[in-house]
């Protein structure tokens, strides 16, 4: 899922700015067709457990994603967020992500930044390809190396098309192996999905009058809920997950009402504004 690539790089950052009956999806799924568009949310804290060192957050997220299935997805990503925790000064974080995926899921290029007090701390690029039995990163920052991973893992868009395509055919749970190039580019996550009972009927758009955008007229909709282990640990029995998020997702790819779950705190994401971006025709 593009989306699903920009919440676990914002996972990430987040996380390391702090500390300073299931069905498995095999078939190839029929590529639908996504919808070119920018979002804007609103972020804040949505609840916070007495041992967490978050105070208050509060900051927006601008996510772009233009393409289409035949020449492929381009992604942009940005969440600037303001930390204040219960001790000591705030912080200003600031993530950057682009991506391009080809539209048959075989090829991945990406680019995340993370910055803190405009600062950059972390940069990770590289690319991703099938090869065979087997899918090939080769990364060029932190450092340069190239990592094997297996071939089932699928990548964001990819991703996210696995989980449509879930929901049309009715499952409420499955399990997608994903590969976004967040961290240092190395890990794979096993994603656990539980789709809710499709909504029907007119959408409640009080709380994101955004979403009232003539782009999401019609569309399916369902309530979607991934949480994410680290593949390695799954393969070593280990079952908790490094966090959760929740939201509303439609069937062109557009999502909203956002729940991050990193256990001590959670952030909610509300859309401000919907705008469509160009999507370029299959010939």
């Known amino acids: 899922m593009p989306f699903v690539l920009a919440r676990r790089a914002a996972a990430a950052a987040l996380l390391a700015t702090v500390a300073i009956g299931a069905d498995t999806v095999a078939a190839e799924p029929a590529a639908p067709d996504f919808a070119g568009h920018r979002a804007v949310y609103e972020m804040h804290l949505d609840g916070r457990t007495d041992r967490s060192e978050i105070g208050a957050v509060e900051g927006r997220l601008v996510y772009e994603f233009s393409g289409s299935k035949c020449e492929g997805w381009a992604s942009r990503f940005r969440l600037v967020t303001r930390l204040d925790p219960v001790e000591g000064r705030s912080r200003l974080t600031d993530l950057r992500t682009s991506s391009f995926e080809s539209g048959d899921g075989r090829a991945f290029d990406f680019l995340n930044e993370n910055w803190v007090d405009r600062i950059k701390v972390e940069e990770t690029k590289g690319s991703a390809a099938r090869d065979g039995g087997s899918v090939r990163v080769r990364l060029e920052r932190p450092a340069a190396k190239e990592v094997v991973l297996p071939a089932g893992v699928r990548f964001p868009t990819d991703h996210l098309r696995a989980i449509v395509a879930a929901a049309e055919a009715g499952k409420t749970l499955t399990e997608i192996d994903l590969y976004d190039g967040s961290e240092t580019g190395e890990k794979p996550y096993r994603t656990s999905v539980v789709i809710g009972r499709e909504e029907t009927g007119a959408d409640d758009t009080a709380k994101e009058p955004a979403a009232a955008a003539d782009l999401l007229k019609g569309h399916r909709r369902w309530p979607v809920?991934?949480?994410?282990?680290?593949?390695?640990?799954?393969?070593?029995?280990?079952?908790?997950?490094?966090?959760?998020?929740?939201?509303?997702?439609?069937?062109?790819?557009?999502?909203?009402?956002l729940r991050f779950d990193y256990g001590s705190f959670s952030l909610s994401g509300d859309l401000s504004a919907l705008t469509p971006l160009p999507s370029a025709a299959c010939p």
């Open 225 to 257: 809920s991934i949480s994410f282990f680290d593949l390695s640990k799954v393969d070593q029995g280990e079952m908790t997950p490094d966090y959760q998020l929740s939201f509303l997702l439609y069937d062109n790819g557009v999502s909203r009402r």
